[in-house]
Each structure stands twice: as structure tokens, then as C-alpha cells.
């Protein structure tokens, strides 16, 4: 009788060691798209790119690109929000004439929103409109007043989630001091944080150009020092650019978004595949061999969850 138990203890470990080693069914891949911005290093002529030349790498481990398209011609379609500060110092007014010219020399395909970011929220003076001279006409003098001003990174991540998702490009002018009295000044920003995040996660590219706040925040070099670090580093996050001349106002707008357009004409959408086994945020970095050409794009990109051809889903409980 011991014989029969130990054997079929035997027979039940081989099944054990059968279980483990069998072979797992591979996660399945979902497409992910990222709109990439080119740059030239060295001097104005920013080259042209063909499919094959870029590369996607998720840290050491190299991505399939399955597409490249350059967001030209019937694939320009953006989305462009221009995200005013309204506890800016007056010296803004002086700049809104170089805003309009920017947003009435836009191309057709562009749609233009504006809106001016008050006590976390933003207040929506213009919708999505390709009248491009209507939507310059929705710009106006900020209130100025300490009192209006709160996180301007709680406005950001509030309008990003009220933005409905189309095909289009979606990116933010952001003007602001970039000063959160909610946030706190230093290295960690919950706010700013969390609105990075909800900019990665919904594919919005912010540019942040610096302009003085009004009352105490405006002559801070402490409060001023922070949050143009905190503008430089959305920026960076979400694949833009941040804009600042010193502590003080810039003389003219016109230069920053003159590179700016330059950026938007010199935009791809990227498609590489991604292992859907993880839903959340993964970081991903861009190359090209291409000579004098450099890509700019967000630190990471959300993935959504996919199931293995064939796997059961666990039931719903």
C-alpha cells in the first residue's frame, strides 16, 4: 500500500512541474500612436523623414514602427488651445497683438480655442473653431488680480479633461508665471505632476511661455525661480517647449511663437506597437539616423490593457 501512495505522489509532482513550465501565451500587442516633433540641430533647414526612420524604445528595448506619417496636407488636422493666466501682470496686454497674429496666420486645418485659467478651473471664452479671426477676437486683458489665482496646473489637467478626443493633434499654448500658491514652491508639485500625467495620457503637447504674474507672486525670485522650472519640466514631459527671457516680461511673443509654428509644420505621427499586458503610462524615447534631424516627443505614453488571442478573461465578481 506505501508503494502505491509514493508512486502516485510521484505522478502528482511530475503533473506540478508540468503546470509551472508550461509555456505562458504571449501578451498581445497594441498599436500606440504619438505625434513627434522634429528639429533641426544645426542651423533652419529641418530635414525631411521617410518610413524606416525613426526607432521607438521603450528604456533598452527596441519597439516595431509600423507607420510614420507627417501631419501635412489632409492629415493636418490640430487642435491648438491657447491657455491664458488670468492673475498675469497687465504687461500681458502688451503681447496679446503678437496672439492674434499668430492665430490668424494658422492654417485651415487648425481649429483654435481659447480660454484663461482662473482659480484651478479654466473659464472657455472661445470653442474649437477654424474661423481663425473670430477665435482672436476672444482674447482679452487678463483680471490681473491676486485673487484669481491658483494652480494653474489644476487649470491645465481641468481643461485636458474636458476635451473631447477627435483625430486631431491636441496642444496647448500654456501663458502663465507658472507661480501655485496651492502647490507650494520646490522640487514637488503634486499638481503640476498630476497634470503632466493627464497630458501624457490623453497624447496633449503643452508649450509654456513665461509671463509675470501680478501682486506678489510677480516679483518673487524665489516663487519665480520654481515655477519656471516647473514650466520647463511640463514641457519637457509632454514633448513642447517652454519660453522665458529672465524673471521679467518678455519684450515680444513673436519670436516664441514663430518657433512654435515652426513646430507644429514639422510634426509626425508615429505608430509602433506596444505588449498590452500592463495598462498605465510607459516611458518611450525616439531616434533617427537621419543627419541634422532631432525628435522631441513625450516621456511616456499610456497603454491600454489587451487580452492574448485566446486568453479567458477572469468573470466579473
Given at each position: 500500500?506505501?508503494?502505491?501512495?509514493?508512486?502516485?505522489?510521484?505522478?502528482?509532482?511530475?503533473?506540478?512541474l508540468?503546470?509551472?513550465?508550461?509555456?505562458?501565451?504571449?501578451?498581445?500587442?497594441?498599436?500606440?500612436?504619438?505625434?513627434?516633433?522634429?528639429?533641426?540641430?544645426?542651423?533652419?533647414?529641418?530635414?525631411?523623414?521617410?518610413?524606416?526612420?525613426?526607432?521607438?524604445?521603450?528604456?533598452?528595448?527596441?519597439?516595431?514602427?509600423?507607420?510614420?506619417?507627417?501631419?501635412?496636407?489632409?492629415?493636418?488636422?490640430?487642435?491648438?488651445?491657447?491657455l491664458?493666466?488670468?492673475?498675469?501682470?497687465?504687461?500681458?496686454?502688451?503681447?496679446l497683438?503678437?496672439?492674434?497674429?499668430?492665430?490668424?496666420?494658422?492654417?485651415?486645418?487648425?481649429?483654435i480655442?481659447?480660454?484663461?485659467?482662473?482659480?484651478?478651473?479654466?473659464?472657455?471664452?472661445?470653442?474649437?473653431?477654424?474661423?481663425?479671426?473670430?477665435?482672436?477676437?476672444?482674447?482679452?486683458?487678463?483680471?490681473?488680480s491676486?485673487?484669481?489665482?491658483?494652480?494653474?496646473?489644476?487649470?491645465?489637467?481641468?481643461l485636458?479633461?474636458?476635451?473631447?478626443?477627435?483625430?486631431?493633434?491636441?496642444?496647448?499654448?500654456?501663458?502663465?508665471?507658472?507661480?501655485?500658491?496651492?502647490?507650494?514652491?520646490?522640487?514637488?508639485?503634486?499638481?503640476?505632476?498630476?497634470?503632466?500625467?493627464?497630458?501624457?495620457?490623453?497624447?496633449?503637447?503643452?508649450?509654456?511661455i513665461?509671463?509675470?504674474?501680478?501682486?506678489?507672486?510677480?516679483?518673487?525670485?524665489y516663487?519665480?525661480?520654481?515655477?519656471?522650472?516647473?514650466?520647463?519640466?511640463?514641457?519637457?514631459?509632454?514633448?513642447?517647449?517652454?519660453?522665458?527671457?529672465?524673471?521679467?516680461?518678455?519684450?515680444?511673443?513673436?519670436?516664441?511663437?514663430?518657433?512654435?509654428?515652426?513646430?507644429?509644420?514639422?510634426q509626425?505621427?508615429?505608430?509602433?506597437?506596444?505588449?498590452?499586458?500592463?495598462a498605465?503610462?510607459?516611458?518611450?524615447?525616439?531616434?533617427?539616423?537621419?543627419?541634422?534631424?532631432?525628435l522631441?516627443?513625450?516621456?511616456?505614453?499610456?497603454?491600454?490593457?489587451?487580452?492574448?488571442?485566446?486568453?479567458?478573461?477572469?468573470?466579473?465578481?
Open positions: 500500500m506505501s508503494r502505491l501512495i509514493l508512486t502516485a505522489g510521484f505522478a502528482l509532482g511530475g503533473l506540478g508540468l503546470a509551472v513550465d508550461a509555456p505562458q501565451t504571449p501578451p498581445a500587442s497594441v498599436p500606440v500612436q504619438m505625434v513627434v516633433t522634429v528639429e533641426a540641430r544645426h542651423g533652419a533647414e529641418i530635414p525631411a523623414l521617410q518610413h524606416g526612420d525613426v526607432q521607438a524604445y521603450e528604456r533598452h528595448e527596441r519597439l516595431q514602427v509600423t507607420d510614420l506619417m507627417a501631419l501635412k496636407g489632409e492629415n493636418a488636422g490640430l487642435e491648438l488651445f491657447f491664458m493666466d488670468d492673475s498675469s501682470n497687465t504687461s500681458l496686454g502688451m503681447q497683438g503678437d496672439v492674434r497674429k499668430f492665430i490668424e496666420a494658422q492654417p485651415a486645418a487648425t481649429a480655442g481659447v480660454g484663461y485659467m482662473r482659480n484651478g478651473t479654466v473659464d472657455i471664452v472661445q470653442n474649437f473653431t477654424t474661423d481663425h479671426s473670430h477665435a482672436a477676437k476672444g482674447l482679452r486683458l487678463p483680471l490681473s491676486g485673487g484669481a489665482m491658483a494652480s494653474p496646473y489644476l487649470s491645465l489637467s481641468d485636458i479633461k474636458r476635451w473631447p478626443r477627435t483625430a486631431a493633434r491636441r496642444e496647448v499654448v500654456m501663458v502663465t508665471s507658472g507661480v501655485d500658491p496651492l502647490g507650494g514652491m520646490g522640487p514637488m508639485n503634486p499638481y503640476m505632476d498630476a497634470a503632466i500625467e493627464d497630458a501624457q495620457r490623453s497624447g496633449v503637447i503643452v508649450y509654456a513665461y509671463t509675470p504674474a501680478a501682486g506678489h507672486g510677480g516679483h518673487s525670485f516663487r519665480i525661480n520654481w515655477a519656471q522650472n516647473h514650466l520647463a519640466q511640463i514641457a519637457e514631459e509632454t514633448g513642447g517647449e517652454a519660453y522665458m527671457l529672465g524673471f521679467g516680461a518678455p519684450v515680444s511673443f513673436a519670436p516664441y511663437l514663430e518657433e512654435i509654428a515652426g513646430h507644429l509644420a514639422n509626425y505621427r508615429v505608430t509602433f506597437l506596444k505588449p498590452g499586458e500592463k498605465g503610462l510607459h516611458d518611450v524615447k525616439f531616434t533617427t539616423e537621419v543627419p541634422n534631424a532631432e522631441v516627443a513625450a516621456k511616456k505614453v499610456f497603454v491600454p490593457k489587451v487580452s492574448a488571442p485566446g486568453a479567458r478573461e477572469e468573470p466579473k465578481r
